[in-house]
């Protein structure tokens, strides 16, 4: 199995990786159930809108995936929406660790704000870890630049028309957007812009309901979800 949370461990301990979470379930003694973020995330979205049908997308250093069903479950596979196609040019942008072209990832997440920076007039700061690299083109955002609002218009852009290809694969009700990438005004411009796509290019869609997360599912929502996950007795 290959997976990039794992690209750091040396090939002579990878064995060690496959029974990890089983070995810190009995070390800390406690129920212990593994789910993938995004799907927390979609399952706080359900519980907080007290509905279903509901996909959450994280967008943060990567984009991150969820979806609970029409039914109220989480699905038994990975809705890792990072690495699924969202652009078929075969010039679009390459996924750094996949190699995969046009993938969500590239689109929807601080990736996405670092490839258009340069064509919006932004010089990143050097020497600086990614998260300072993002905040700096946000306060940017926050002044009232024309370059970095227009980064935020056209995530917004970009998340309309994937939604709609989205919803070819999933029963939409609810669209939850969060993440580090939705911080400030840009979570209004990128939630406004792919309401606008909707209404104007799929109005057959325009009733999926596209929203940020309350105040209370900020603070704890995920952490609530994550936690009536586990079998407990």
Not at 25 to 48: H, Y
Not at 97 to 107: E, F, K, L, N, Q
Not at 127 to 148: C, F, I, W
Request: with cysteine.
């Amino acid at each position: 199995m290959i997976a990039s949370l794992f690209r750091g461990i040396p090939e002579d301990r990878f064995d060690e990786v496959r029974d990890m979470f089983n070995r810190i379930g009995k070390e800390m003694g406690v129920p212990l159930d593994i789910v993938n973020d995004g799907e927390v995330t979609a399952l706080a979205g359900s519980m907080s809108l007290e509905d279903n049908g509901v996909l959450g997308i994280a967008l943060g250093s990567s984009e991150a995936g969820g979806y609970v069903t029409l039914d109220g479950n989480i699905t038994s596979w990975l809705n890792e929406l990072a690495f699924a196609p969202v652009d078929y040019n075969p010039e679009g942008p390459e996924d750094e660790w996949s190699r995969d072209i046009g993938v969500g990832a590239r689109y929807f997440s601080q990736q996405c704000v670092f490839r258009l920076a340069p064509v919006a007039g932004i010089e990143l700061p050097e020497g600086v870890t990614d998260a300072e690299k993002l905040k700096s083109v946000q306060e940017k955002l926050e002044a009232g630049h024309e370059g970095a609002l227009k980064i935020w218009q056209s995530m917004g852009v970009y998340l309309g028309y994937a939604l709609a290809h989205y919803a070819r694969f999933y029963e939409l009700k609810h669209v939850l957007i969060l993440g580090r990438c939705t911080s400030g005004s840009g979570g209004d411009l990128i939630l406004n812009g792919a309401k606008d796509v909707l209404a104007k290019e799929f109005p057959e869609l325009a009733h999926i309901n596209i929203q940020l997360p309350d105040e209370k599912s900020r603070r704890v929502g995920q952490s609530i979800a994550a936690a009536s996950l586990p079998a407990l007795g």
